[in-house]
């Protein structure tokens, strides 16, 4: 990066605010840890102790005996599996042929897949969930997952990186004489490989925090995944924002449904970030 | 094509027309009839639904701006930085997103509270009494807001680190050449091309906080006395509350266009989003 001279001194003293502003937007995750090993007791003292002491699980162990998490967890891996092999499966191909091949109709539908991506979801929660009932699919795993399957994000993703591929080789590959399928399979798909882990990523992470859909599709208690399992321990105790919420099994819930995702973000991070910012920007 | 498309029109693309659809009808789960416009005059005449939308345009107004502007002022900062630190930054930005809000809207819940909720602890260093934040109607869509604004920078940031990092050299070298501060830097070099990019953020932030969902539900219930009540909140409460599936329709489509007129009025005002 380019530096001016007039710069040094201002960066200094801005960037460390902006750290200080990082440590403030992580605070409340970090809270939620300490909450989680702090006994019921504590998190309700004033002034509160910003390490737990004790450090108990009990918390832990309550939730595990009392909640349905076992099975939310469960049903939140089946339900975000499911629809990341579904939607990248999808994204693959149709992003395949809306960037490398041309065919009657390929514009309308790319101006469909885009067009749709401006609209809010929350627009057709009632339409799905009547296809869902017309298909007898409310209520069940296929109703969860169902709506994720074409994932419009993702075929756009895939559609742009394609115009990063290198042609030839798939001339040569025709030449020698590999049919469309194998060509797809054996070099196309490897190729796509990095747009491929993008789409499955969000894919799986937008399924384990979806809210609204699934609250709206999941009646019973065997189908609750975990937004809707967390939010319903908030509920079941009958109240908001007062002392009846068992705040410190709350928060032992929200750390069993965060630490994995966090994980694979720390590991995933690259694909992700350079995912999030692919659709953005280009062209500059 | 096909393996998309299928699943494409069946819970995309009908959806959206069958919304469009029942806005007109009165909708039950085995007969419709149509009803012509009286749904969109049920919702017109509806203090609650009103309120929903007066109250989405505030926290739109209010939170559209300032997380652009918020994460624009940190990206500027950021990109500055060496890598590690950009990673660092970067990282740690995004975790709340991670985190997703329904979580961080639990955490919330605790924080906000106004007895032993870390926030009002904080506030009361400054001799600020307790305040119920969440429960008070003057202050609750504030509260919202704030939790909004605590849960949402990471992507605009991100993408913006990518945009700025994505500033050709050659241009800053020959800025600095010709003697440009920092701040000419930004103002004449850098900002004018972050247009298109500043435009998309809009977009995006525009459509997710008209779409507010479970921070409302989890933290307020769009109460009190529907201080708090959005337009999302309101479509789940009509159609699977209290059964009303086209009046909730009608509360979807003009949603709808509301967002899309903000989107192609934000887009046309900043320079086209491009996509190839």
């Known amino acids: ?284 | 094509m096909a393996p998309f498309l299928l699943p494409f029109v069946v819970f995309v693309l009908w959806p959206i027309i069958a919304a469009i659809l029942s806005s007109f009808q009165r909708v039950g789960y085995i007969s419709r009839t149509w009803v012509g416009l009286a749904n969109y005059a049920a919702v017109l005449t509806d203090n609650i639904s009103l309120q929903a939308f007066w109250n989405t345009g505030v926290l739109v107004v209010w939170v559209v701006p300032l997380e652009t502007i918020l994460s624009l002022a940190i990206a500027v900062v950021v990109v500055r930085l060496s890598r590690r630190w950009q990673s660092y930054f970067r990282v740690a930005f995004y975790v709340p997103v991670v985190a997703s809000s329904v979580i961080l809207s639990l955490i919330w819940l605790w924080l906000l509270n106004p007895v032993y909720g870390l926030f009002d602890q904080f506030l009361g260093i400054f001799g600020v009494a307790h305040v119920d934040w969440l429960g008070q109607v003057n202050t609750a869509l504030y509260a919202v807001m704030f939790v909004l604004l605590s849960t949402s920078l990471g992507i605009p940031i991100i993408v913006f680190i990518a945009g700025l990092n994505a500033v050709p050299r050659e241009v800053l070298e020959a800025a600095k050449i010709d003697g440009a501060t920092w701040p000419n830097e930004l103002r004449y070099v850098s900002l004018p091309l972050m247009r298109p990019v500043i435009g998309f953020i809009l977009v995006v932030t525009t459509i997710g906080t008209s779409q507010v969902f479970a921070v409302v539900e989890l933290l307020t219930k769009g109460g009190p006395a529907s201080s708090t009540e959005t337009v999302v909140y309101q479509i789940w409460e009509r159609a699977f509350a209290l059964n009303d599936l086209g009046f909730a329709s009608a509360l979807s489509v003009l949603l709808l266009l509301i967002t899309l007129v903000a989107a192609v009025v934000q887009v046309r005002t900043l320079g086209r989003v491009r996509y190839d």
């Open chain 1, 1 to 284: 990066m380019t530096r001016f001279r007039s710069g040094r001194a201002a960066v200094a003293i801005l960037s460390s605010i902006v750290f200080v502003l990082s440590i403030l937007y992580l605070f409340p995750l970090y809270w939620m840890v300490v909450g989680s090993f702090t006994t019921v007791a504590g998190t309700l003292k004033v002034p509160p102790d910003f390490f737990p002491n004790p450090v108990v699980l009990g918390n832990y162990g309550s939730l595990l005996n009392d909640s349905g998490i076992v099975t939310w967890f469960k049903n939140s891996v089946v339900v975000g599996c499911l629809s990341t092999i579904l939607a990248v499966g999808t994204s693959a191909s149709a992003g395949y042929a809306l960037g490398m091949m041309r065919f009657p109709g390929s514009n309308v539908i790319f101006g469909g897949v885009l067009l749709t991506m401006l609209v809010p979801s929350a627009v057709t929660v009632i339409p799905l969930f009547l296809v869902m009932h017309a298909l007898g699919w409310v209520d069940s795993y296929q109703g969860i997952i169902a709506p994720g399957i074409a994932y419009a994000f993702g075929v756009f993703l895939v559609r742009q990186f394609t115009h990063t591929l290198p042609t030839e080789i798939f001339d040569s590959a025709r030449v020698d004489g590999a049919g469309e399928v194998r060509l797809f399979w054996s070099i196309v798909v490897p190729l796509l490989r990095p747009a491929l882990a993008a789409v499955g990523i969000f894919a799986f992470f937008s399924s384990w925090n979806d809210f609204l859909w699934q609250l709206v599709v999941i009646n019973s208690d065997s189908l609750k995944t975990l937004p809707v399992g967390l939010a319903s321990l908030v509920f079941s105790s009958g109240a908001t924002n007062n002392t009846l919420i068992p705040l410190a099994e709350v928060m032992a819930g929200a750390t069993i449904a965060f630490v994995p995702m966090l994980i694979a973000f720390l590991l995933l991070q690259r694909q992700f970030l350079d995912g999030v910012s692919a659709g953005a920007v280009n062209g500059i």
